[in-house]
């Protein structure tokens, strides 16, 4: 079924699969060997270029793939997307949207892994229905710049995007700026949001221990009713007393009145309240550039789960992290699950992970490498039609913003249920094909 927004967009709306038995997932993963290496030996060539072209070792990533990171850490807390469709009230639905898109830093208070960057074609499915009532769909469908799309899909709301980032290593911290819009549709009322990322600071790459920082300002847009909520992410600093991790958020009305205030920080929870009245004009001092107001009472909106028994022996995995590379001989044969460094990392087999993942990387160039001459020897007409195409996704211009976009193009889950996947090469083996 397909629905047409309010902000004129074009949702799926399929006829999902009934909740049922849902799938005995694992609780856990084998715990980390103690592998040391020199950290600097590595990064002391790594000042101030691209770190997504710079092939790195296996002993400082995480056994996940990125697209299994973007699934886990946008569809951990679903549950508040459920409860903000159900909600009457756009402003209170607007709170909660805002309160979920802070909850996709909280993981970064644990983990600092790094995850594997997935290869040009590489998918991962992550089917929730029987449980949790979604199913998420992810493809690196670029490599230069690394480029993912992402489309999770339930019965009341359908969240969409693509996803890229730049990162600079400076010497002390890591620079990880992303960028690429998410969207978020209702069903029942077709209200639209839209938002961008926060950037992420990684600290104490060479000595002392590793942690992330989030800093950097967020808008979260309802495109159907013209408000917004504006999240501030307040950077740390060694010269202050204020709380770590802090952020603070105002919600505004179709008018720009101040309707609701936030606060929290992005590894514990997040409140919101109502504002029930506003100082007038010429009463109290301003603080913070805030008129004087009275709240209502606070509703928690976001509140981190806890992590399992023994998460720090496990690269600081929460739950649904144990969960998403478990494996599954019903997914695409290029399903993140079947990457064999990954798998070999997971069981411990650095060396063996390290060895494959060179392979790996040198086949994907030598697939690039060939298609670029190929395309080089046809003539300029032809040229378009030879350059790579994603297998599930496809290029449209979004009617928000005007840029082009990648969309789920459908599909996926009927092939899958048929078991007949489309003949491709297969870009997890390291051995010639033909």
Not at 12 to 21: A, L, T, V, Y
Not at 78 to 104: G, N, R, W, Y
Not at 337 to 354: K, T
């Given at each position: 079924?397909?629905?047409?927004?309010?902000?004129?967009?074009?949702?799926?709306?399929?006829?999902?699969?009934?909740?049922?038995d849902?799938?005995?997932?694992?609780?856990?993963?084998?715990?980390?060997?103690?592998?040391?290496?020199?950290l600097?030996?590595?990064?002391?060539?790594?000042?101030?270029?691209e770190?997504?072209?710079?092939p790195?070792?296996?002993?400082?990533?995480?056994?996940?793939?990125?697209?299994?990171?973007?699934?886990?850490?946008?569809?951990?807390?679903?549950?508040?997307?459920?409860?903000?469709?159900?909600?009457?009230?756009?402003?209170?639905?607007?709170?909660?949207v805002?309160?979920?898109?802070m909850?996709?830093?909280?993981?970064?208070?644990?983990?600092?892994g790094?995850?594997?960057?997935?290869?040009?074609?590489?998918?991962?499915?992550f089917?929730?229905?029987?449980?949790?009532g979604?199913?998420?769909?992810?493809?690196?469908?670029?490599?230069?710049?690394?480029?993912?799309?992402m489309?999770c899909?339930?019965s009341?709301?359908?969240?969409?995007?693509?996803?890229t980032?730049?990162?600079?290593?400076?010497?002390?911290?890591?620079?990880?700026?992303?960028?690429?819009?998410?969207?978020?549709?209702?069903?029942?009322?077709?209200?639209?949001?839209?938002?961008?990322?926060?950037?992420?600071?990684?600290?104490?790459?060479?000595?002392?221990?590793?942690?992330?920082?989030?800093?950097?300002?967020?808008?979260?847009?309802n495109?159907?009713?013209?408000e917004?909520?504006?999240?501030?992410?307040?950077?740390?600093?060694?010269?202050?007393?204020?709380?770590?991790?802090k952020?603070y958020?105002?919600?505004?009305?179709r008018?720009r009145?101040?309707?609701?205030?936030?606060?929290?920080?992005?590894?514990?929870?997040?409140?919101?309240?109502?504002?029930?009245?506003?100082?007038p004009?010429?009463?109290?001092?301003?603080?913070n550039n805030?008129?004087?107001?009275k709240?209502?009472?606070?509703?928690?909106?976001?509140?981190?789960?806890?992590p399992?028994?023994?998460?720090?022996?496990?690269?600081?995995?929460?739950?649904?992290?144990?969960?998403?590379?478990?494996p599954?001989?019903?997914?695409s044969?290029?399903?993140?699950?079947?990457?064999?460094?990954?798998r070999?990392m997971?069981e411990?087999?650095?060396?063996?992970?390290n060895?494959?993942?060179?392979?790996?990387?040198?086949?994907?160039?030598?697939?690039?490498?060939?298609?670029?001459?190929?395309?080089?020897?046809l003539?300029?007409?032809?040229?378009?039609?030879a350059?790579?195409?994603?297998?599930?996704?496809?290029?449209?211009?979004?009617?928000?913003s005007?840029?082009?976009?990648?969309?789920?193009?459908?599909?996926?889950?009927?092939?899958?249920?048929?078991?007949?996947?489309?003949?491709?090469?297969?870009?997890?083996?390291?051995?010639?094909?033909?």
């Amino acid at each position: 079924v397909l629905d047409r927004t309010e902000a004129g967009t074009i949702a799926f709306w399929p006829e999902m699969p009934p909740r049922g038995d849902p799938t005995k997932f694992r609780t856990s993963i084998p715990p980390k060997p103690a592998h040391r290496m020199n950290l600097w030996s590595i990064m002391k060539n790594c000042i101030g270029r691209e770190l997504t072209k710079i092939p790195m070792p296996v002993n400082f990533n995480e056994p996940l793939s990125f697209l299994q990171k973007l699934c886990e850490v946008d569809m951990e807390y679903s549950s508040i997307l459920d409860k903000a469709a159900a909600c009457p009230d756009p402003l209170e639905q607007l709170a909660l949207v805002a309160c979920f898109t802070m909850s996709s830093c909280s993981s970064t208070y644990y983990r600092t892994g790094k995850p594997f960057n997935p290869l040009l074609g590489e998918t991962f499915e992550f089917d929730r229905t029987a449980d949790l009532g979604w199913r998420c769909l992810c493809e690196q469908v670029g490599h230069h710049p690394p480029t993912t799309a992402m489309d999770c899909m339930s019965s009341e709301w359908h969240m969409y995007q693509d996803y890229t980032m730049s990162s600079k290593f400076r010497g002390k911290y890591l620079q990880i700026l992303p960028q690429g819009t998410t969207h978020l549709v209702f069903r029942k009322t077709g209200h639209h949001y839209t938002w961008r990322r926060v950037s992420s600071t990684v600290h104490n790459i060479i000595v002392g221990k590793l942690w992330v920082d989030q800093s950097g300002e967020v808008e979260i847009i309802n495109h159907t009713t013209n408000e917004r909520c504006q999240l501030k992410y307040t950077p740390y600093s060694y010269f202050t007393s204020a709380t770590p991790r802090k952020v603070y958020g105002m919600l505004f009305d179709r008018n720009r009145e101040r309707r609701m205030v936030l606060s929290g920080t992005w590894d514990n929870r997040m409140e919101y309240q109502r504002i029930t009245s506003v100082q007038p004009t010429g009463g109290p001092a301003v603080t913070n550039n805030i008129p004087t107001a009275k709240y209502g009472r606070p509703v928690v909106g976001w509140e981190a789960n806890t992590p399992p028994p023994g998460f720090e022996q496990m690269y600081g995995f929460s739950l649904m992290a144990c969960q998403l590379n478990q494996p599954d001989e019903t997914v695409s044969p290029s399903d993140s699950r079947r990457r064999p460094d990954q798998r070999l990392m997971e069981e411990g087999s650095f060396d063996e992970a390290n060895s494959v993942k060179l392979q790996l990387e040198e086949r994907q160039r030598e697939r690039r490498r060939s298609r670029e001459s190929h395309i080089a020897s046809l003539s300029e007409g032809e040229r378009a039609g030879a350059e790579y195409k994603p297998g599930w996704f496809h290029v449209e211009k979004d009617p928000i913003s005007g840029q082009a976009i990648y969309r789920y193009s459908g599909g996926y889950w009927e092939t899958k249920a048929s078991g007949k996947w489309p003949k491709s090469i297969d870009i997890f083996s390291t051995k010639d094909q033909q």
